[in-house]
């Protein structure tokens, strides 16, 4: 079945570092890829997303690039904020799943001043 | 514009007791309804889905259940809770087909005692 497999956290980064979270998926159909932050306490919120291949997705300085020859969906951005400390799951969803989101398992990120 | 709302946002129940949880939508009509959990330090499982009034798809077999009585209303229940069961609940919509935003209600933390 489709499913989506992501880097293993926590990353622990210091302020004004690169990040790369790492995603690829599996999928019979042709997918929609998202990723989504979940701050502490809260419920998840939408990043970004890519409905086709080669579409890049941004927003607050994130990017992610919809590269169907290597099935995956890399999160990335250039300085990091403490503020982005948060969990970051990259999900998927097909036209024969009528919509529903499969999630990744979740990379929590730390960014220490 | 669109919103949803769960409630309680958090409980603590005991073994063998009742639950029900609530979520309704705002602003859209005959969208998709969702119900995940998310275990501690855990991914997100998608527990129940409906595409409208009356029809529930489980996803996984479990100790809950979910009705949707009304078009933009889901509620998530349980007869006997078990230790099992405990937490972070997430409501969720969407339009239905790949590429569409799912939106997430704030959550619902239980914890089972």
């Known amino acids: 079945g489709d499913s989506v497999t992501q880097m293993e956290g926590p990353v622990t980064l210091s302020e004004e570092a690169f990040l790369t979270i790492n995603c690829t998926y599996t999928a019979t159909g042709y997918p929609s890829l998202f990723w989504y932050v979940q701050y502490p306490g809260e419920g998840l919120q939408l990043l970004l997303k890519a409905t086709k291949a080669d579409d890049k997705g941004s927003n607050k300085g994130f990017e992610a690039t919809y590269r169907k020859e290597t099935t995956s969906f890399h999160l990335e951005k250039g300085s990091v904020q403490v503020s982005d400390s948060a969990v970051y799951f990259c999900a998927l969803s097909t036209d024969n799943q009528g919509g529903k989101l499969i999630f990744g398992q979740g990379t929590e990120l730390s960014v220490k001043p | 514009s669109q919103t949803i709302h769960q409630w309680p946002a958090t409980l603590v129940q005991p073994v063998g007791s009742p639950l029900s949880l609530e979520c309704t939508v705002e602003?859209?009509?005959?969208?998709?309804l969702y119900w995940y959990r998310q275990a501690a330090g855990r991914g997100l499982q998608l527990l129940f889905y409906?595409?409208?009034?009356?029809?529930i798809s489980s996803e996984v077999p479990q100790n809950l259940s979910a009705s949707r009585p009304q078009d933009r209303q889901f509620i998530l229940s349980s007869k006997k809770l078990l230790l099992s069961d405990s937490g972070f609940y997430l409501c969720a919509w969407g339009q239905g087909s790949s590429g569409n935003t799912i939106y997430f209600g704030e959550g619902s933390w239980l914890t089972v005692v």
């Open positions: 409906s595409v409208g009034i009356g029809q």
């Open positions: 602003g859209t009509s005959n969208p998709n």
